[in-house]
């Protein structure tokens, strides 16, 4: 079992490298990145923002059912994503299908008005690109604070947030590893 990461051209690439290093440590898990090959579909113009769901179902189909991948997938982007119902989403993962995406564009200090860090959007996208890597995984939201599974409804939330599992959701995910 591995994880395979598609970076997508909007996103810093000197940042590719140390992310799949830290997510990797963190799941215990072989990591690969790659530069994303297909293009992104699901832009609403109304909105300004691309549809996470049609992604994910674009990337179901192109990945999991035509080219029978068994990794399961992680998508980092630059585009603002959405899913109806919600103004916004930094990330999104379809569980029974192993896809699942992350968007680096609420993840930046300069959404927000404040000055770009790399550290900062790296930090970041290792704890959402976890997250949403451990639910298709099988791992549900935790309430414990600290959990990267914890389901951050603020970019302060996702801060406080550690680079790692607490024990019970460690024990989840050792499971599902281990029954592979």
């Known amino acids: 079992m591995s994880v395979l990461i598609f970076w997508d051209n909007d996103v810093d690439p ?46 179901q189909d192109i990945y999991t059912r035509r080219a029978g991948c068994r990794d399961s997938i992680l998508i980092v982007t630059g585009k603002d994503l959405y899913i109806r119902g919600r103004d916004f989403v930094f990330g999104l993962a379809r569980p029974g299908v ?47 604070p600290e959990c990267i599974m914890f389901y951050p409804q603020t970019l302060d939330e996702l801060d406080r947030k550690r680079k790692m599992l607490c024990p019970q959701c460690r024990e989840s995910l050792n499971i599902y590893r281990f029954s592979e």
């Open 98 to 144: 192993n896809v699942s995406i992350v968007s680096a564009a609420r993840l930046k200090n300069s959404w927000y008005g404040r000055p770009d860090r790399d550290e900062d959007l790296m930090d970041r996208i290792v704890k959402e690109g976890t997250h949403e890597l451990c639910h298709c995984m099988g791992l549900d939201h935790c309430d414990n």
């Open 14 to 59: 000197g940042l590719q490298q140390p992310v799949v290093r830290m997510i990797s440590d963190i799941i215990e898990m072989p990591v690969y990145a790659e530069e994303n090959p297909v293009m992104l579909r699901g832009f609403d113009r109304m909105r300004n923002q691309n549809d996470a769901s049609r992604i994910l179902g674009d990337m």
